[in-house]
């Protein structure tokens, strides 16, 4: 087990694995010192995790979907590494798309959900870039989507 897969029991986390694309495309790629993980969407036990932040969902309840999607990205990252997480040199760069109403403004909090978790798990290797935005929906119906960019030793 690694060490970063060591941090993440003691939070009380396994990695799923990495589950397979549901279109044409791949989950990710891996270019020079950079993997590219496809967006990543609110799933927990196999179920997705879905609602309209500012309609039925608070943003308590996005953050906690949007901590799902960090942990899909560690178990996409983990299966471009062969298996092995302590590949990880730093998370660069996160995009969070959050199913919102047109009012709804809180999109930065309801991504802090993954930030957070990550630079927990990760500590400062966990520390990215990040834009967080709005969608009018999202596959499924569900909360959240966020893809990673993240480099690799």
Not at 22 to 28: D, G, R
């Amino acid at each position: 087990m690694s060490t970063y897969e060591d941090r993440l029991a003691e939070l009380g986390v396994t990695l799923p694995d990495a589950p397979a694309p549901a279109a044409n495309y791949v989950p990710w790629a891996i270019v020079g010192d950079l993997v590219f993980v496809s967006g990543q969407i609110s799933m927990q036990d196999g179920a997705f995790i879905t609602g309209k932040l500012g309609d039925d969902m608070s943003v308590e309840e996005g953050a906690a979907a949007a901590r799902t999607c960090a942990i899909g990205l560690l178990a996409q990252l983990k299966a471009a590494c062969g298996g092995d997480l302590d590949r990880l040199v730093r998370v660069v760069k996160l995009t969070g798309f959050v199913n919102s109403t047109a009012d709804f403004g809180d999109q930065p909090k309801v991504v802090n959900g993954c930030s957070d978790f990550l630079v927990e798990a990760l500590g400062d290797a966990g520390r990215h870039t990040r834009s967080a935005v709005s969608a009018a929906s999202l596959p499924f119906g569900v909360a959240v989507e966020i893809e990673g960019i993240f480099q690799i030793g």
